[in-house]
């Protein structure tokens, strides 16, 4: 028999059992369409988070203190962003302060979140601006009350005005009282997250200079954090550089042990690694459901087995030799994973297309993982055909004809 003809009688059985054909399909379709989905997802996050930290640069090391006992004379200052900036590696050095407060907006009041940074931060931490400029030198300096707001926020509320100028009254946590004007507007980034939460909703982010933040609080200069931008990018020469702050600190602090430093490109490999850890888990639950498919077949194809007794010995007393019949069952076995994983394949293109684009992120296909997919599939009806196979060649004629 040769392998068309295998081929064409391997169809014309599964046509004849339609039903039973398409619910053994079903195990291995979902089996495939789980890896191709969970891969695609997984991929586009990934590839979401290495664009996003590109952005901010590798090369961006945080200042910040250890866990642990604190005295006044630990704390961080303005006077150390200074001291860092110093180091002959370092090219910016810039901080945040982040305080919460309210919005009045017509006759609402919204909850606000007011983030006070260095006139270096814009360097350190780049924004697109959609209107206006970010905080600059000057605004610290003269610690003016100017305000950088959201783009959503600008079109919700200043609708069709030029919202460069407008006024706004926030009120902080401390129950003092700002009175800022819009300089400039940022533009809006697709989240991760989409739409899951209405605007009415959110909190309002607004940037305004570090200096007019820290005035309205009786610890001025003090500061949580800083960031640096450094030139180089190795490992060996980050964690020197690292060593170089934190000595700097200690000495002008006149402590040990208070500080630490930490570089956003150790923070993208370890959601990378929670990432791949979290796709792998995922990964073996899909080849479970693969697994559990192929059992299904073997069991179709062993009923199938039993149906065809008497067409089994037929075909021997005609002098159908053993490889025959084994070529024909592990033939209809191949053709059912290899149609299940062509449809689970397009099935799991399509749902990682639709849910890239609801969790807005750009969606990706890996050619490789799909054709590995594909072939995967064929290879497992090959292994799961293989003993249904066999026990139909092992099948004496004579008894087969006397079947009923």
Known sequence: MNIIESFKQALSSLRANKLRSILTMIGIVMGVFSVITIVAIGNATQSYMDNEFAKIGANVLAVSYKSGNLNSNDILKNDDLK???????????????????????????????????????????????????????????????????????????????????????????????????????????????????????????????LTTLQSYYPWADQLNYMYATVQERDKESLKKIAAKVIRILEQKHGNKDKYYVEFLSDVQEQLNSVLGIVSSVLLVVAVITLVVGGIGIVNILLVSVTERIREIGVRKALGARKKDIVFQFITESIILTGLSGSVGILLGILAGFVISSAIKIPPTVDVTVVILAFFGSVALGLLFGVYPAKRAADLDPIESLRYE
Do not use: C, H
């Open 83 to 209: 001291a860092i900036a110093k180091v002959e590696e370092i090219k910016n050095v810039g901080t945040s302060m982040g305080r919460s407060g309210t919005i009045r907006l017509g006759d609402k009041t919204r909850n606000a979140s007011v983030t006070g940074v260095s006139s270096q931060y814009k360097d350190i931490m780049p924004t697109d601006m959609a209107q206006g400029r970010m905080i600059n030198d000057i605004d610290n300096t003269m610690r003016s009350n100017v305000v950088v707001i959201a783009e959503d926020f600008a079109k919700a509320n200043f609708k069709d005005e030029d919202p460069i100028g407008q006024k706004l009254r926030v009120k902080l946590g401390s129950g003092s009282s700002l009175n800022l004007t819009v300089i400039g507007v940022t533009k809006k980034e697709d989240s991760i997250f989409g739409d899951m939460m209405s605007y009415e909703n959110q909190t309002v982010a607004l940037t305004i200079p």
